[in-house]
């Protein structure tokens, strides 16, 4: 009979991922049109991810990214639908209806996604309402609000 002995440092030493650092930063003057763009470099690869609904723009991200002396690009930005603004629209104002906001006035528009709210509220709490309700309809990828008190 013949037993199997490890060194348990050994293996843990082979096994060990290399660390991550958070690269985001160096993109920002990509002006890239990607929601949630996030870079990641782990072990000299980097790790693109987001959304976009422009192909092109995964290409640009991925060769601007070379541009910047990474060899190893592992690009997982999805490609998403261009969102409804008539029915991100439709539902932000169905969403606002709400009992808590009674007595405020709204103005809503949406442009791929980022929705501009305009308006007036009773109380600063209701600012917070706004956003948490319109950020939990399907397609938004940001909110902007200019809304007075």
Wanted: glycine letters at 10%; a negative charge; hydrophobic letters at 45%.
């Amino acid at each position: 009979m013949t037993l199997l002995s490890l060194s348990i440092s050994a293996v843990a030493r082979d096994t060990a991922t290399p660390p991550a650092n958070d690269v985001t930063a160096r993109f920002a003057e990509g002006g890239f049109n990607i929601s949630g763009l996030r870079a990641i470099e782990v072990g000299g690869i980097v790790v693109l991810r987001g959304k976009t609904i422009d192909p092109a723009e995964v290409a640009r991200v991925a060769e601007y990214a070379h541009n910047l002396g990474y060899q190893r690009v592992a690009n997982v930005v999805g490609i998403v639908e261009a969102p409804d603004d008539e029915m991100i629209e439709r539902r932000a104002e169905r969403a606002l209806a709400s009992r808590s906001l009674d007595g405020c006035t709204f103005h809503i528009d949406s442009q791929q996604g980022v929705v501009h709210v305009a308006g007036h509220v009773q109380f600063e709490l209701q600012k917070d309402v706004v956003v948490g309700l319109i950020r939990g309809i399907d397609g938004v990828r940001e909110v902007k609000m200019e809304l007075q008190r």
